[in-house]
């Protein structure tokens, strides 16, 4: 459907993914993704244009749905001719009849049936079923139960995130039913990934408590390492005499000082695997890990754990 060579999607990441990181994981024969969660409009643009020069492979564009510039943003990625797109954190209804008229694969990210059932029905053509190991905003499901559960409810495909990180994961989504998977916190560490060093040795240095989440109280529950900053923001949430405007104001603008600045009062959104995220890669031997490692794991299946010969 896509035209890429192995099922793997990397994470749009906000503020994280950009033509450096989508590039090069379009070269190495994933689907990269660019978010639109950036500085502008314009800058994503540039973006699209710059990713473009770097791969001949096909790309897409990840849309957070609560971006105050998303009206924009959904308009000019039409104007750019974006072929594949991903949406996050809401339902882009609005958006579909001017992105199906212009041929465009759309592909939304859901954290329940009820969501992904309602994409179907409006012409999407494939979802991404997220489990809430994933790092960044969540749902209130995990990947496990969310999976099948999607799976069964759907006739288009199904792309499995959260909690995917190495070939074991990625060979369980295909237990699951999944036809491809999604992967972000492993990119995180990719030598094309721009991040602050500081937000890569925070990954690399994780272990398997090492996230939290913060957030439930505003209703945009966000999955992040634990730092000074999440254990001050879980505190003010837990403090009935802080408003919730003061605690989104404590929020705004977090993530953007971990990634650029790797500043200790930075939001470092990650997913559960950050523990298993050991060493600095390419996105090719990401990508190449993550392809042979599910191939290994399945061919030895039936011998090791069913007793065939
Ligand atoms: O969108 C994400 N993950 C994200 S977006 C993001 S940007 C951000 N920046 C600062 C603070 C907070 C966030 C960071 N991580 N993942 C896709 C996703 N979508 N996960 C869950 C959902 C979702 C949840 C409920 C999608 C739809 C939904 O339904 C609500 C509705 O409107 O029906």
Known sequence: MLGIAYPVFQGGMAWVADASLAAAVSNAGGL??????????????SEIRKCREMTDKPFGVNIMLQAPNVAEIAEMVVEEGVKILTTGAGSPAKYMPLWKEAGIKVIPVVASVALALKMQQIGADAVVAEGGESG???GEL?????VPQVVDALDIPVVAAGGICDGRGVAAAFMLGADAVQVGTRFLVAEECNVHQ????KILRATDISTTVTGKSLGHPVRSLKTPFSKSLAKM???????PEDIMAFGTGALRKAVQEGDDNGSYMAGECAGMVKKAESAKEIVEDLILGAERVIENMLKERMNYE
Do not use: Q
């Open 32 to 45: 990269g993704l660019i978010s639109a969660i950036n500085a502008g409009t314009e800058a994503v643009r």
């Open 136 to 138: 960044g905003h969540v």
């Open 237 to 243: 949430e837990s403090d009935p005499t802080t408003s």
């Open 198 to 201: 500081a937000y890569k040795d």
């Open 142 to 146: 995990h990947t496990m139960p969310l």
